[in-house]
């Protein structure tokens, strides 16, 4: 990469920076959401876009990777930064704190320091200070730094910048709080944030019933999944230690009402992780993930329109840097999607150049680009790489073999949105995988895969048949595509799927055939229902009322039918043990 390139790293943001650490009355850096504006921008530039100059084969992060829900990591960078740290929204009081770090000091919190005035004293904090980064740097680097702090006052927040490749070198977490002006300074080092997951997954799962007191076997069968939907809420799959203490401190702090803000940079999925609370978040702190994304597979006016308004930081690489914001959902035992913990709220496309923010292309839930990149696997024609099954990964679409692979870690990793998404872009997946998995001549090709095959089939009907309990939902609470829908609609399109339902199930999944039943008995019970239509005599009832009782008894019919359909496999099970 050219001399140019390797340096023009340093004008990004660089006006914006510079305005922010004048100091002045009105732009002093004294909340938590001005550091937080202060940290995206210095962060990002000295984390993400400074090594993707440097580094020829930058991995850039694609934008299926920012959504939930994620998946674990293939590859270790050790080449590229990587940081956790926490600002608190108040002084520090450094035996009360519920966690361990060395403490650095601001001249501004002496009670004799007056500025330009007390030498020793300044020189004398200064030195410490020093000295606390020294024992806690490796060796190869204390040199660097001792060339690189001067008489530097290495808390405040001018020199942030350019301390952050030696603070990227630390194992643990760094730490900034409020000095005696009320201004944010760098605190501390070398800080561990207390994470107790034992505990906390086992509450946890009580709490919403997946686990029962002293119940080995129930614990056993579900523990993956809790852990797996808890770490999710903070967005992380089950990953390293400093992410999964990063999430749970996290948690703990938001319960206790601390006004905080946690990142993590990781080197293996290079993105910056941020938590903070949020006066729209109730519950959970708010997740943010901000990253160096490739969007060569985005639609090309997407592409035009980012090009023309100056949004890429290399436009022959088309990366951008994009921030994602995302809700938490609470568990839902009788949702078709229970294992939706996170969904996107926001997505902004960051200026390189002045900070501005574009919210109006939708980048990671682009349906496109899915669909796209579905064809693509297909016809054995997509560049990239997936891990399959946790511990396999696939780097090629070459042969059916590998298809067959990536076909089933991309239907695990988007069947909550082939759940969710329009019936248009439902209707295009179908065409695509009924042609490869059910066309002319798929037999010859599946012949020698049948196991492979038969993992790919058996995702594919559980992706069909959920949809039809999503549906179903929908019109338990007579919603269908944001329109409200009579009683009667209602009950004929419940009766009407329930029989579509009922001849699918060939394949067998339980959990979906229970919610079914839980769907229908919650419509059955409903009280309006009763009260206006079952209640009553029959003879006062109107055309329409009678019609309504007639589709109640073929609702509850077909509940029936479904009921013994699950008592028949019950049986059939239990004996085959």
């Not at 943001?13 to 202060?38: A, G, P, Y």
């Not at 806690?136 to 405040?156: M, S, V």
């Not at 944030?193 to 009580?206: Q, T, V």
């Not at 999925?269 to 490739?294: F, M, S």
């Amino acid at each position: 990469m050219s001399g140019t390139l390797r340096s023009s790293w340093k004008s990004f943001f660089s006006d914006i920076e510079t305005s922010f650490l004048q100091k002045t009355e009105n732009n002093r850096i004294d909340s938590l959401e001005k550091l937080k504006v202060f940290l995206d921008l210095v962060q990002t530039k000295y984390c993400l876009i400074k090594p993707f100059f440097q580094h020829r084969k930058y991995p850039l992060v694609e934008p299926r990777e920012l959504l939930p829900s994620f998946e674990s990591d293939m590859y270790e960078h050790p080449e590229l930064p990587g940081f956790s740290m926490i600002a608190f929204d108040r002084p520090l009081s450094y035996f009360n704190e519920i966690f361990q770090f060395d403490i650095l000091h601001s001249p501004a919190d002496e009670p004799e320091f007056i500025r330009g005035e007390t030498c020793p004293l300044e020189l004398s904090i200064h030195a410490r200070n020093v000295q606390v980064f020294l024992d806690r740097l490796p060796k190869k680097l204390q040199e660097n730094f001792k060339k690189f702090t001067g008489r530097k006052d290495l808390t405040c927040l001018d020199h942030y910048g350019d301390l952050l490749p030696f603070l990227t070198k630390m194992d643990r977490a760094h730490v900034m709080a409020l000095d005696a002006e009320f201004d944010y300074y760098l605190a501390g080092v070398y800080a561990s944030f207390p994470s107790d997951i034992d505990a906390e997954l086992k509450r946890f799962g009580l709490r919403i019933g997946k686990f029962a007191p002293n119940d080995n076997e129930t614990y056993e069968r579900n523990r993956d999944f809790v852990y797996q939907f808890l770490m999710e809420l903070y967005g992380f799959p089950v990953v390293s230690e400093r992410r999964t203490s990063a999430a749970l401190f996290a948690r703990r702090l938001y319960k206790s009402g601390e006004r905080f803000l946690i990142r993590v940079l990781g080197q293996s999925d290079r993105t910056i992780t941020t938590y903070y609370p949020h006066p729209d978040n109730r519950g959970y702190p708010r997740v943010e993930k901000l990253a160096l994304v490739d969007i060569s597979g985005q639609h090309r006016d997407v592409i035009e329109f980012l090009r023309d308004h100056g949004f890429f930081i290399h436009p022959q690489k088309k990366a951008i840097i994009l921030r994602v914001t995302y809700i938490q959902h609470k568990y839902e035992r009788n949702n078709v999607r229970e294992d939706r913990a996170l969904s996107v709220l926001k997505q902004e496309i960051i200026h390189p150049r002045t900070g501005a923010c574009c919210t109006s292309r939708n980048i990671v839930k682009d349906t496109y680009s899915m669909t796209l990149q579905l064809n693509d696997i297909v016809r054995g024609e997509f560049k990239g790489k997936i891990k399959y099954k946790k511990h396999e990964i696939v780097e090629n679409t070459d042969t059916h073999s590998n298809r067959l692979k990536f076909l089933h870690a991309w239907l695990n990793k988007h069947q909550r949105r082939i759940i969710g998404y329009s019936d248009d872009f439902y209707a295009n997946v179908n065409k695509v995988l009924d042609h490869y998995l059910t066309g002319p001549g798929s037999s010859e090709y599946f012949a020698e895969l049948r196991e492979l095959y038969q993992e790919v089939r058996s995702i594919y009907s559980y992706i069909q048949q959920a949809r039809k309990i999503q549906y179903l939902e929908n019109l338990c609470h007579r919603n269908v595509q944001g329109r409200r829908i009579s009683y009667k609609e209602m009950l004929e399109e419940m009766i009407n799927t329930m029989a579509d339902l009922k001849f699918e199930i060939v394949q067998y999944f339980d959990h979906l055939v229970v919610k079914a039943i839980a769907i229908g008995e919650t419509t059955i019970n409903d009280r309006y229902l009763h009260a206006k239509y079952l209640k009553p005599k029959e003879e006062t009832l109107s055309s329409y009322g009678m019609t309504i009782r007639k589709l109640y008894g073929r609702l509850v019919s077909q509940i029936d039918e479904l009921k013994a359909i699950r008592k028949t496999r019950m049986d059939t099970h239990e004996k085959s043990i």
